[in-house]
């Protein structure tokens, strides 16, 4: 099975940047490097919704909320998905999670999640 592991959260005052990695294990690299991997977050009160995401052929699709202020990149030689989140907001705050796939959106693997705090 593929195992996620995600990194880089923690609290962060509005306008501020983070970098959020995400480590695929127990998975060959030419598998990690043909699925699309991507970030998902879910807000208090709110259900989980697409953030980012980049095919193995790397084709990008942001959410209409994060477009110019998050990047999404990959590393299929580390196994590694990473999310450069700038000029954060408070609507932003959530748990995010990374997600590694080969079928339809919202299917694969997902990782425990990291939270993100967008406060003064």
């Known amino acids: 099975q593929v195992q996620l592991v995600e990194s880089g959260g923690g609290l962060v005052q509005p306008g501020g940047s983070l970098r959020l990695s995400c480590a695929a294990s127990?998975?060959?690299?030419?598998?990690?490097?043909?699925?699309?991997v991507g970030w998902y977050r879910q807000a208090p009160g709110k259900q989980r919704e697409l953030v980012a995401d980049i095919t193995g052929g790397g084709r990008i699709t942001y959410a209409d909320s994060v477009q110019g202020r998050f990047t999404i990149s990959r590393d299929s030689a580390r196994k590694t998905v990473f999310l450069d989140i700038n000029n954060l907001e408070p609507d932003d705050t959530g748990v995010y999670y990374c997600?590694?796939?080969?079928?339809?959106?919202?299917?694969?693997?997902w990782g425990q999640g990291t939270q993100v705090t967008v406060s003064s």
């Open positions: 997600n590694c796939r080969v079928g339809p959106p919202g299917s694969g693997y």
């Open positions: 127990a998975a060959s690299g030419i598998i990690f490097k043909l699925s699309t």
